[in-house]
């Protein structure tokens, strides 16, 4: 499974962005999708993910109410629109795929999300 990320860049505080995650190779094989992130000097966070199953989602406390997990599964992509951004949201943003029931975890290259006060 590859997995490809798109949509980062530069926003002012209160701005949009909407990031993209294409996967292709063994798609039939992903149980979990989701959104990551890692601040500098901060650990990798968990930001949105479908639930096994795809019938739920998570999201982390901190983005509630302004980031929304959504997926098009005939293209394989998922994606996080991001409103009312905020310098904390600042990051490096990961999809990550778990896949073959917990077997294999894998990660894309990551794209940057800067958000400017």
């Known amino acids: 499974v590859q997995l490809v990320e798109s949509g980062g860049g530069l926003v002012q505080a209160g701005g949009s962005l909407r990031l993209s995650c294409a996967a292709s190779?063994?798609?039939?094989?992903?149980?979990?999708m989701g959104w990551y992130r890692q601040a500098p000097g901060k650990q990798r966070e968990l930001v949105a993910a479908f639930t096994r199953g795809g019938s739920s989602t998570n999201y982390a406390d901190s983005v509630k109410g302004r980031f929304t997990i959504s997926r098009d599964d005939a293209k394989n992509t998922i994606y996080l629109q991001m409103n009312s951004l905020k310098p904390e949201d600042t990051a490096v943003y990961y999809c990550?795929?778990?896949?073959?029931?917990?077997?294999?975890?894998?990660w894309g290259q990551g794209t940057q999300v800067t958000v400017s006060s």
């Open positions: 190779g063994s798609t039939f094989s992903i149980n979990v």
């Open positions: 990550k795929a778990v896949a073959t029931m917990g077997l294999y975890t894998y």
